[in-house]
């Protein structure tokens, strides 16, 4: 199979369909739903939490089969029902129309395929096998969800705190590489792990002391190690 060529989408507004109801479209239209998508589904049935997500207006459910004028205006489609035939009506449309789709299951009639990933907030993890085992894709994702726990929701966010404040009161370049640099130090991440509620505090008092410090010195900073 021809490489795939990874990229990440910014689906928030587009019209986004899920063709079928059951736990997989489940899954599918909740991760659309996550990147703010606008999403249509189509199925004549469909799980309890799809029926919530309908009623709560997160989704637009179509409770009739399916038909291929349902993909016309869609940025994005996926095929997840369990009826092969159907699935296929679905491809043929999106190529017609020159749309992304994916059909579960069916890597051969897809145009994109949409990997395992590890989230923990603004870190994303992908791992794909493009198409050849998706359960070795899942493996994969399994250990990588034990070496990167839930504490890099934090780490990261407070990164990015981090990252604007020394843009604003680090004018100098080479410092400000070193200080990313000492952040990315993994007792920040255990910080961040064990004592989540002083992380940020213990972090901002850090950084100010090194700039201070750096500021006594008048402020030069080689671009080797800094300390």
């Known amino acids: 199979m021809t490489q795939r060529y990874a990229m990440m989408v910014n689906l928030k507004g587009r019209p986004c369909l899920v063709v079928g109801g059951g736990k997989v479209a489940e899954r599918k239209a909740g991760s659309l739903i996550g990147s703010g998508a606008c999403v249509k589904l189509v199925s004549p049935s469909a799980t309890p939490r799809i029926k919530k997500w309908a009623l709560s207006g997160k989704i637009e459910w179509i409770n009739r089969v399916y038909r291929k004028e349902d993909n016309d205006n869609q940025f994005l489609i996926i095929a997840a029902t369990n009826d092969k035939n159907v699935n296929r009506q679905v491809h043929q449309a999106a190529i017609l129309r020159n749309q992304w789709i994916n059909v579960v299951d069916q890597p051969e009639l ?6 395992s990933t590890v989230r923990r907030g603004n870190l994303q993890i992908h791992i794909s ?4 085992c998706p359960a070795v894709a899942q493996k994969i994702r399994q250990d990588l969800e034990e070496i990167y726990g839930t504490e890099y929701e934090l780490y990261l966010d407070l990164m990015q705190e981090m990252r604007k404040i020394m843009r604003k009161k680090v004018a100098d370049v080479c410092l400000r590489r070193q200080l990313l640099k000492e952040l990315l130090s993994e007792q920040w991440v255990d910080l961040c792990r064990k004592e989540s509620a002083e ?3 213990k972090m901002l008092n850090w950084l100010e002391k090194m700039v201070t410090d750096s500021d006594k010195k008048g402020g030069s900073v080689a671009c080797g190690r800094w300390s």
Not at 110 to 115: E, H, K, Q, R
Not at 129 to 132: E, K, L, R, V, W
């Open 110 to 115: 897809c145009n994109f395929m949409v990997p």
């Open 129 to 132: 096998t493009n198409g050849a």
């Open 199 to 201: 992380a940020r505090e």
